[in-house]
């Protein structure tokens, strides 16, 4: 298991008290792991029927760049931990556990949901249809977070403006980052031909981390200054 750790940095500390129905646990492994079967397939009939490889870039970055360098650095962010009991830790980077499951669901969800945003936004989607599906990507990643917040898979600590256990801020900038990541491959694609492709997973993970940091900066601030319940709220 990688294990990389930085010192004590000032950030708050995350409760030590979480723990995992071990059962539950493999069950979500398991279902994270038929979703990725699922994307795989996928994978092939769609970079077959598109003849490039965006899908499977999309992919690579989903499996490689969203839970090693985007989760660590979004969860002392956004405040999140997964307790260190869950079934298959893949590595602890920056003091943060990176759950198989996180690593399989990032791999499983990430090229498609971003894949989606493209194709709305080629497909000059119009704007009723655009943000009733945004809201639709929203409101399902928020149940599933809520979900795993209620059978303690993972803890946002720290924030006092939560619904369900998810922070609200989390909840409104899930509806537009991948309208977002659309914008920036349907603008980014055309130009790309040979070894350019090669931009795509590392624009996609740097542009999804700007995002987060654009939208929860303030409620870091406020995380890490432990101020008062309503300026969460503001």
């Known amino acids: 298991m990688l294990k990389l750790a930085v010192g004590d940095s000032g950030i708050l500390a995350p409760p030590n008290d979480l723990h995992v129905n071990q059962t539950a646990g493999w069950i979500v492994l398991g279902l994270v792991s038929v979703a990725l079967l699922?994307?795989?397939?996928?994978a092939v009939i769609i970079t077959r029927r598109d003849r490039n490889p965006l899908f499977l870039l999309l992919l690579i970055s989903g499996a490689v760049l969203f839970p090693f360098f985007v989760e660590p650095a979004g969860d002392i962010i956004l405040a999140t931990w997964y307790p260190p009991d869950t079934p298959a830790i893949a590595a602890t980077i920056l003091g943060r556990h990176i759950p198989?499951?996180?690593v399989i669901g990032y791999a499983a969800g990430i090229p498609v949901a971003c894949y989606a945003g493209y194709q709305m936004i080629t497909a000059g989607l119009e704007a009723k249809r655009l943000l009733l599906a945004l809201a639709a990507i929203s409101l399902s990643e928020g149940v599933i977070e809520m979900a795993a917040v209620h059978f303690g898979f993972m803890s946002y600590y720290g924030n006092h403006a939560l619904i369900f256990g998810v922070p609200l801020s989390s909840l409104v900038q899930n509806a537009g980052m991948f309208a977002v990541i659309g914008v920036?491959?349907?603008?980014?694609?055309?130009h790309l031909r040979g070894w350019r492709w090669a931009i795509v997973p590392f624009a996609v993970g740097m542009l999804y981390l700007g995002y987060v940091l654009a939208c929860t900066w303030p409620n870091f601030l406020a995380i890490q200054g432990q101020a008062s319940t309503p300026v969460f709220w503001l």
Do not use: G, I, Y
């Open 38 to 42: 699922t994307t795989l397939v996928s």
């Open 100 to 102: 198989w499951f996180v």
């Open 184 to 190: 920036a491959l349907a603008a980014l694609v055309p």
